[in-house]
């Protein structure tokens, strides 16, 4: 496509990277450097999201966001893609969010649909196309209608993906033959990667580049080779996605980002506590976790 912008390689892993807090309710940068030093060198992320839904940014304050985005710049910048989510229901501070990520070198941005608004297709269009305007970095748009209660719809996507800087999108919609459609129709170089570890094996099928993933942060390298394996060896591709799916629905058990909180304690990180109105696992449903994540513990 004329004038497609080709961002920097983000690869084809990137994980949505949890939010620490202390147990104050304050956001622990120290402990954010560490998990993003696993996540990179453990976990063999090739990129990690910074301020999105997964880290818990609606409650996150904009210094908050901004003092995360600079402390995993400064940690793993030089070794791995930093996308800062910029987006909110809100098209002015998304464009601030977006502008401030640029000045402090982050590598792209991600947004997600505009939740609460329900503002339509044209007012999808007309937020992202604004915020995507006031920025030279790469920018994914991220479709989730189960948590956005709209959803991005095909057409609306292919004329996005006109946009210079519009290089990819998250699509967490569930709908397979609309991500069908989408793989095919979208531009050369245009980059879409599943939202739902469950289906990046069956998207990956369809013509998908990789994942946004949450299970990431304790299979992360197990998911690194199953999108290896895909191309060429796709029976092995197939029995590594079995071999995660136990994880990836007791990460899902209950709401996320709770459960893969404490699946990340597990490995020795301070991160279970969240942020009303989330609240942590009963015992019940962290032995779920503890069972699905037992054979990868070190």
């Known amino acids: 496509m004329a004038g497609f912008f080709a961002p920097k390689d983000w690869g084809r892993l990137l994980t949505a990277m949890v939010t620490p807090f202390r147990a104050d309710g304050t956001v622990n940068l120290g402990e954010a450097r560490r998990i993003a030093r696993f996540l990179v060198e453990v976990q063999k992320n090739d990129g990690l999201v910074v301020s999105g839904t997964t880290g818990e940014s609606p409650t996150l304050s904009r210094e908050e966001k901004l003092g995360l985005l600079e402390a995993v710049l400064e940690e793993v910048g030089d070794r791995a893609a930093v996308v800062f989510g910029a987006g909110s229901y809100n098209t002015a501070e998304s464009i601030e969010m977006a502008q401030e990520a640029e000045r402090r070198g982050a590598h792209g941005v991600m947004l997600v649909n505009p939740y609460y608004n329900k503002p339509g297709q044209r007012g999808l269009e007309a937020h992202f196309r604004a915020v995507a305007a006031s920025t030279g970095l790469p920018v994914m748009l991220y479709n989730i209608q189960g948590r ?19 290089v990819a ?11 069908s459609d989408v793989c ?11 939202g739902d570890d469950g289906l990046t094996l069956p998207i990956l099928s369809l013509g998908g580049y990789g994942v946004v993933s949450v299970a990431g942060h304790v299979v992360g390298s197990a998911i690194q080779e199953m999108i290896a394996a895909f191309a060429s060896k796709p029976a092995e591709a197939t029995a590594i996605h079995h071999r995660l799916m136990p994880v990836v629905k007791a990460l899902f058990h209950a709401p996320s980002p709770v459960p893969v909180k404490y699946a990340l304690s597990r490995f020795g990180f301070d991160c279970r506590s969240v942020r009303l109105p989330l609240v942590e696992l009963t015992e019940e449903e962290k ?7 037992r054979p990868w513990l070190p």
């Open 169 to 179: 999108v998250k699509e967490a919609s569930g709908n397979v033959p609309q991500i």
């Open 184 to 194: 095919g129709a979208v531009p050369e170089g245009f980059r879409v990667y599943s």
């Open 287 to 293: 032995a779920v976790v503890d069972a699905a994540i």
């Open 148 to 166: 956005t209660s709209i959803n991005l719809e095909t057409p609306t996507l292919l004329r996005l993906a006109q946009v210079r800087n519009i």
